[in-house]
């Protein structure tokens, strides 16, 4: 952590690291990929709170959530629904689009706005099918302007740069075997804008009640999580110790997600987030409460919901293969 951390100090360490994770993307030489994120009989379910190591034809629409916001205190209260495509342009690289609208409960008034919309390339650089291990990387651009000051969404153009992993424990030995069902996921994505341009978002004014515009400049963030996972389908005789026949599906996955920001100057801020995901051979649906980490920020529980449609599965006609395949 305190790697990352140092690297706010310096710009150009930010823009190089962007540059190396974008390039190891594109160097990827992964030649065999199922559908999903999906290595050996570990299935990684699409988390909610930040992205996970799938590389796929994936719809999420909608993302909802209802959860104090958390630069203000708990009277302040968004309640948001975002989507976000993916479509594969080989097998294992994915190129993809997400926005999404917020309507922010003041007190006293009400906006609703867009949220910034984001383009991406995500490539996957490592599956480790025996050892339930998955990577991938991708690189991003945060159109500036296309988010509205209403919710505070209006940003300068930003990249991003980010790494995300998965690894299962059902290659554990005997004496081990209760802890097979476990599987972790992570993430850390660095953010940084392109230019040291201000914009005008707006705020309250707690005094007055009433809403009024300031002018901020948005330095680099990093956005970094961690989820601690449960297959049940571990807990079955479906698995005999060698590669599935079919896909890991139709289970549940009960999980906490931990997702983290962190900006030179400001205290991290963070939630934990229990829930459960059930996954479908053409859907997952997932539900997970909001906590803060942080009760100097709000003390208020929230509530997020996801709806994740594999297109490949339920549209093969349009989404059986990549768009470059042979």
Same mark, same amino acid.
């Given at each position: 952590?305190?790697?990352?951390?140092?690297?706010?100090?310096?710009?150009?360490?930010?823009? $190089?690291?962007?540059?190396?994770?974008?390039?190891?993307?594109?160097?990827?030489?992964?030649?065999?990929?199922?559908?999903?994120?999906?290595?050996?009989?570990?299935?990684?379910?699409?988390? /909610?709170?930040?992205?996970?190591?799938?590389?796929?034809?994936?719809?999420?629409?909608?993302?909802?959530?209802?959860?104090?916001? @958390?630069?203000?205190?708990?009277?302040?209260?968004?309640?948001?629904?975002?989507?976000?495509?993916?479509?594969?342009?080989?097998?294992?690289?994915?190129?993809?689009?997400?926005?999404?609208?917020?309507?922010?409960?003041?007190?006293?008034?009400?906006?609703?706005? $867009?949220?910034?919309?984001?383009?991406?390339?995500?490539?996957?650089?490592?599956?480790?099918? @025996?050892?339930?291990?998955?990577? &991938?990387?991708?690189? +991003?651009?945060? /159109?500036?302007?296309?988010?509205?000051?209403?919710?505070?969404?209006?940003?300068?153009?930003?990249?991003?740069?980010?790494?995300?992993?998965?690894?299962?424990?059902?290659?554990?030995?005997?004496?081990?075997?209760?802890?097979?069902?476990?599987?972790?996921?992570?993430? +850390?994505?660095?953010?940084?804008?392109?230019?040291?341009?201000?914009?005008?978002?707006?705020?309250?004014?707690?005094?007055?009640? !009433?809403?009024?515009?300031?002018?901020?400049? $948005?330095?680099?963030?990093?956005?970094?999580?961690? &989820?601690?996972?449960?297959?049940?389908?571990?807990?079955?005789?479906?698995?005999?110790?060698?590669?599935? !026949?079919?896909?890991?599906?139709?289970?549940?996955?009960?999980?906490?997600?931990? +997702?983290?920001?962190?900006?030179?100057?400001? $205290?991290?801020?963070?939630?934990?987030?229990?829930?459960?995901?059930?996954?479908?051979?053409?859907?997952?649906?997932?539900?997970? +409460?909001?906590?803060?980490?942080?009760?100097?920020?709000?003390?208020?529980?929230?509530?997020?919901?996801?709806?994740?449609?594999?297109?490949?599965?339920?549209?093969?006609?349009?989404?059986?293969?990549?768009?470059?395949?042979?």
């Amino acid at each position: 952590m305190h790697y990352y951390l140092s690297l706010y100090k310096e710009s150009k360490m930010n823009m $190089k690291l962007i540059y190396w994770v974008g390039a190891l993307a594109m160097l990827s030489a992964t030649q065999f990929v199922e559908a999903h994120a999906i290595a050996g009989n570990r299935y990684f379910p699409g988390t /909610i709170t930040f992205d996970d190591p799938a590389v796929a034809d994936e719809l999420i629409i909608p993302a909802w959530a209802r959860y104090s916001q @958390p630069n203000y205190d708990d009277n302040v209260v968004d309640n948001s629904a975002a989507w976000a495509f993916a479509r594969l342009l080989t097998p294992t690289t994915a190129i993809g689009i997400d926005g999404g609208y917020t309507h922010r409960n003041w007190g006293p008034e009400q906006t609703t706005g $867009k949220t910034q919309v984001h383009v991406s390339v995500k490539t996957e650089v490592v599956r480790d099918e @025996p050892d339930e291990f998955l990577a &991938a990387a991708s690189l +991003a651009w945060g /159109i500036g302007g296309s988010g509205s000051e209403k919710v505070g969404g209006n940003t300068p153009n930003t990249v991003a740069a980010g790494v995300y992993i998965g690894k299962g424990f059902g290659n554990l030995s005997d004496d081990w075997a209760a802890f097979r069902p476990f599987g972790i996921t992570g993430a +850390a994505v660095i953010e940084t804008p392109v230019s040291n341009e201000s914009v005008s978002n707006l705020t309250i004014n707690p005094s007055t009640n !009433s809403l009024y515009p300031t002018t901020t400049q $948005k330095g680099t963030v990093l956005h970094w999580g961690f &989820a601690l996972e449960y297959s049940t389908l571990y807990l079955t005789d479906w698995f005999n110790g060698q590669p599935p !026949s079919e896909e890991p599906l139709h289970q549940w996955v009960p999980l906490v997600e931990f +997702a983290f920001d962190s900006s030179q100057g400001h $205290k991290t801020t963070g939630t934990i987030n229990p829930g459960i995901s059930y996954v479908a051979q053409t859907w997952q649906i997932a539900i997970e +409460a909001v906590r803060p980490l942080n009760d100097q920020y709000n003390h208020g529980i929230g509530v997020r919901a996801q709806l994740l449609l594999f297109l490949d599965d339920l549209l093969p006609s349009l989404f059986s293969n990549p768009v470059f395949h042979k």
